[in-house]
């Protein structure tokens, strides 16, 4: 007998064609107890549900087939892995950023979202679940900057799982979170530095015999060279051009996971040459001397890295309260300070930028906006002059409207 078409291998071409054709088989009959919708997805795997009524089952598979159509379709089994787990291989997939990222992710993951999500599946979360654990946050007394960050973690999460076609879509988005306010800066003045640098008690070697890193020296290095505290600890005596009276700005140090420290290259991956005023000259070179070129530039008395947290508990917090300064004043703020000595010494935005080491001028102007408003009235004082030449020098405060009207009729 011939080929009359009928049969499984039919139906499996039958099947295989319409695929080909990007069309999904699909039906809805009564069983004689319930209805039931059927469908073959792309890979040929038949998926099908029961109804009690035939429009449900109808909705059902019209919602099924369009998500396959549209590319949206996710495999339900596929989102039942915990938040918890989903976030264990999330953050695998960050190797390769920084390890300060990392650890920051990390901390996030494991000391405030793994905690609460532990026994939800990444498919159950909704929005509304969510923005109400965000809330709960701030409530329990997080910053706003700390409620972002771990929303932020969340949010990747989830867009992963979109990708990965676990999820349909990203409950962290659209939610509201709490209005993160910027720190005011505060800005010492030159007399201010010179106060901090006096207030400082020097630490004497216990292997030398005589003073350690002179930290008035430091104070006047962040003050007015604009470095992070990482970078000014990373400093080597082979990275000091004294002939230029420039530092090499090449690595940036810092503690992770409670007291871990990571070498890394300089925020915006900025190295750079960072000049030192003429009276650091003298200082400077006392301090290399004996010292080698690979040697800390400046180290603790029994030659460490200088952590910021050992420095404030040691010797800085002290200082700042002997010499009056405004309190809790960090060791940081000392970069403001630059940016501020900077900009009155005459400085314009691209040196500024330049010194800090930020990626572009937008952001010094994004962050020390405060600085520069002198600026303006400077250019409102050069527009006046050039505006007062040009009408021969008559132009003045106390001329009235019909006065200048007159005088552009004759001009």
């Given at each position: 007998?011939g080929?009359?078409?009928?049969?499984p291998?039919?139906?499996?071409r039958?099947?295989?064609?319409?695929?080909r054709?990007?069309?999904?088989?699909?039906t809805?009959k009564h069983d004689?107890?319930?209805?039931?919708?059927?469908?073959?997805d792309?890979s040929?795997q038949?998926?099908?549900?029961?109804?009690?009524?035939k429009?449900?089952?109808?909705r059902?598979?019209?919602?099924?087939?369009a998500q396959?159509?549209?590319g949206?379709?996710?495999?339900?089994?596929?989102?039942?892995?915990t938040?918890?787990?989903?976030?264990?291989?999330w953050?695998e997939?960050k190797?390769?950023?920084?390890?300060t990222t990392?650890?920051r992710?990390?901390?996030?993951?494991?000391?405030?979202?793994?905690?609460a999500?532990?026994?939800?599946?990444i498919a159950?979360?909704?929005?509304?679940?969510?923005?109400?654990w965000?809330?709960?946050?701030?409530?329990?007394?997080l910053s706003p900057?700390?409620?972002?960050?771990?929303?932020?973690?969340?949010?990747?999460?989830?867009?992963?799982a979109?990708?990965?076609k676990r999820?349909?879509?990203?409950?962290c988005?659209?939610?509201?979170l709490p209005?993160?306010t910027?720190a005011?800066k505060?800005?010492?003045?030159a007399?201010?530095v010179?106060?901090?640098t006096?207030?400082?008690?020097p630490?004497w070697s216990?292997e030398?015999?005589?003073?350690?890193?002179p930290?008035?020296?430091?104070?006047?290095?962040?003050a007015?060279?604009?470095?992070?505290?990482g970078?000014?600890?990373?400093l080597?005596?082979?990275?000091?051009?004294?002939?230029?009276?420039r530092?090499?700005?090449e690595?940036?140090v810092?503690e992770v996971?409670?007291?871990?420290?990571?070498?890394k290259?300089?925020?915006?991956?900025?190295r750079?040459?960072?000049?030192?005023?003429?009276?650091?000259?003298?200082?400077?070179?006392?301090?290399?001397?004996?010292k080698?070129?690979?040697d800390l530039?400046?180290?603790?008395?029994h030659?460490?890295v200088?952590?910021v947290r050992n420095?404030?508990?040691?010797?800085?917090?002290?200082?700042?309260?002997?010499?009056?300064?405004?309190?809790?004043?960090h060791?940081?703020e000392?970069?403001?300070t630059?940016?501020?000595?900077?900009?009155?010494a005459?400085?314009?935005?691209?040196?500024?930028?330049r010194m800090?080491?930020?990626a572009?001028?937008?952001?010094?102007?994004d962050?020390?906006?405060?600085?520069?408003?002198?600026d303006?009235e400077a250019?409102?004082?050069?527009?006046?002059e050039?505006?007062t030449?040009a009408?021969?020098?008559?132009?003045?405060?106390?001329?009235?409207v019909?006065?200048l009207e007159?005088?552009?009729?004759?001009?």
């Amino acid at each position: 007998m011939g080929d009359t078409g009928a049969g499984p291998e039919h139906a499996h071409r039958v099947r295989s064609a319409r695929r080909r054709e990007g069309r999904l088989m699909a039906t809805v009959k009564h069983d004689g107890k319930r209805w039931r919708a059927r469908y073959y997805d792309p890979s040929g795997q038949r998926r099908e549900k029961r109804f009690a009524r035939k429009v449900d089952a109808q909705r059902w598979l019209d919602e099924q087939t369009a998500q396959h159509i549209t590319g949206s379709y996710v495999e339900p089994k596929l989102g039942k892995i915990t938040v918890a787990e989903w976030g264990e291989k999330w953050l695998e997939t960050k190797a390769s950023r920084e390890e300060t990222t990392r650890a920051r992710y990390a901390n996030a993951l494991h000391t405030h979202i793994a905690p609460a999500w532990s026994a939800v599946t990444i498919a159950t979360v909704t929005h509304d679940r969510y923005q109400e654990w965000i809330s709960s946050l701030s409530v329990a007394g997080l910053s706003p900057a700390s409620v972002e960050k771990i929303h932020g973690c969340f949010r990747q999460m989830m867009k992963y799982a979109v990708r990965s076609k676990r999820i349909a879509a990203n409950p962290c988005e659209g939610v509201t979170l709490p209005t993160v306010t910027p720190a005011k800066k505060r800005y010492l003045s030159a007399e201010q530095v010179d106060g901090l640098t006096n207030a400082v008690s020097p630490v004497w070697s216990v292997e030398t015999k005589r003073p350690a890193t002179p930290w008035w020296l430091v104070v006047f290095v962040l003050a007015y060279c604009g470095l992070r505290w990482g970078e000014m600890a990373a400093l080597h005596v082979r990275d000091v051009d004294m002939l230029r009276r420039r530092l090499f700005v090449e690595w940036n140090v810092v503690e992770v996971d409670g007291g871990k420290l990571v070498w890394k290259l300089p925020k915006d991956h900025e190295r750079r040459w960072v000049p030192f005023p003429r009276f650091l000259v003298d200082g400077l070179t006392a301090h290399i001397e004996g010292k080698g070129p690979d040697d800390l530039l400046f180290a603790s008395p029994h030659g460490a890295v200088l952590r910021v947290r050992n420095a404030r508990r040691s010797w800085f917090d002290r200082a700042v309260v002997a010499a009056g300064l405004p309190e809790g004043f960090h060791p940081n703020e000392l970069r403001h300070t630059a940016a501020s000595l900077a900009v009155s010494a005459g400085a314009n935005v691209k040196a500024v930028q330049r010194m800090l080491g930020h990626a572009k001028a937008s952001m010094t102007l994004d962050v020390y906006a405060d600085l520069f408003d002198a600026d303006l009235e400077a250019v409102a004082d050069r527009l006046d002059e050039i505006a007062t030449r040009a009408r021969g020098g008559n132009l003045g405060a106390t001329d009235d409207v019909a006065e200048l009207e007159s005088r552009r009729k004759g001009a």
